[in-house]
């Protein structure tokens, strides 16, 4: 505490649940979150509270019609964490504001899988040391081949530790040219698409440890069971370790164990229903993490009451 005071921050000590009025923005309103600027593409990182963070591009320029990721390279002091787009019990995610050339367009960030951090009776739903946010840039097929270009980005972000929560804020910068030649793509020629092959590695990196759709043939069913939800699957294995992070907040109740029942073909996962959860839900969203084997995307339809049940009764009609 007194050494965020001797920086001049608002501190927010984290709070189970959040109303309209979040600890992120409560925090914005005191009139002191942090603001610093970072002028080019190779500057080591523009300070954080508890951290640095640098906008960082995979290629050297910009090529019409095609997409470049862009990445928000942040690094973390230990206990120090940041927030993924569902936070868990408390805090908020980094929010980024674009200022792009017209015919320049920003994607959706990118999130790799969180980890569950756990303070007393909250767990939130984050990321610690280092991560690396992908933000794709599309270029228009009409652009034309010119000098370099500023790409600018403002982000909102709150940096928390088990006991305080610091807001920050940090305009970030980055200058490419626009060219006419696609970037190389062989491994002979990465010194031309990249001055630092750490940035190419990165990128290649946590694009591999982004969560990926489930394969095909894989089958998942959930049920509603009275004060959880059963995620079922069938992936034609045993699996004996597994956690689920949902996409939307107020689903599940984050504290509460994750009861996993290993099964032949796969698994049966126990989620315990959000206190806060005031209407059905008609699908449960998410990353499915399953220890080595990666982790997942999932979309699962609830299953209608009485369902189970007719399908059994046709069974035991088919037998008879």
Not at 31 to 50: M, N, Q, V
Not at 136 to 146: D, F, G, M
Not at 196 to 209: G, I, M, Q, V, Y
């Amino acid at each position: 505490m007194r050494n965020a005071l001797r920086d001049g921050l608002c501190i927010e000590t984290k709070m189970q649940g959040r109303s309209a009025s979040s600890v992120f923005y409560r925090a914005l309103t005191c009139g002191a979150a942090l603001l610093l600027c970072a002028a080019s593409a190779h500057a080591e990182g523009t300070p954080i509270p508890h951290g640095t963070l640098e906008l960082i591009a995979r290629n050297q320029w910009i090529t019409a019609g095609h997409t470049l990721d862009l990445g928000l390279r942040f690094q973390l002091e230990k206990g120090w964490h940041i927030y993924w787009v569902n936070p868990g019990d408390s805090g908020e995610p980094p929010r980024v504001e674009w200022q792009l050339p017209e015919g320049l367009t920003a994607g959706s960030i990118e999130w790799p899988a969180p980890r569950r951090l756990e303070t007393g009776s909250i767990v939130d739903y984050g990321y610690e040391d280092r991560v690396l946010l992908i933000v794709p840039l599309h270029a228009a097929a009409s652009l034309a081949a010119q000098q370099p270009v500023r790409l600018g980005a403002e982000v909102k972000l709150l940096v928390c530790s088990h006991e305080m929560c610091i807001p920050g804020k940090a305009e970030l910068s980055l200058t490419l040219p626009i060219k006419s030649q696609p970037p190389a793509t062989d491994a002979q020629n990465r010194d031309a698409r990249n001055h630092d092959a750490r940035n190419d590695e990165l990128f290649t990196a946590t694009r591999r440890s982004l969560p990926h759709p489930a394969p095909g043939n894989w089958r998942f069913s959930l049920a509603d069971a009275n004060d959880s939800f059963v995620l079922s699957a069938n992936l034609g294995h045993r699996i004996t370790q597994a956690v689920f992070f949902p996409l939307a907040e107020s689903q599940i109740e984050n504290a509460a164990p994750q009861k996993l029942l290993p099964v032949a073909t796969g698994f049966r996962l126990t989620l315990r229903k959000s206190d806060r959860l005031l209407k059905p839900i008609a699908r449960l969203k998410g990353v499915l993490v399953l220890s080595a084997e990666g982790s997942y995307l999932i979309d699962v339809p609830l299953s209608k009451p009485g369902a189970a049940r007719s399908k059994a009764a046709t069974v035991l009609e088919s037998t008879q």
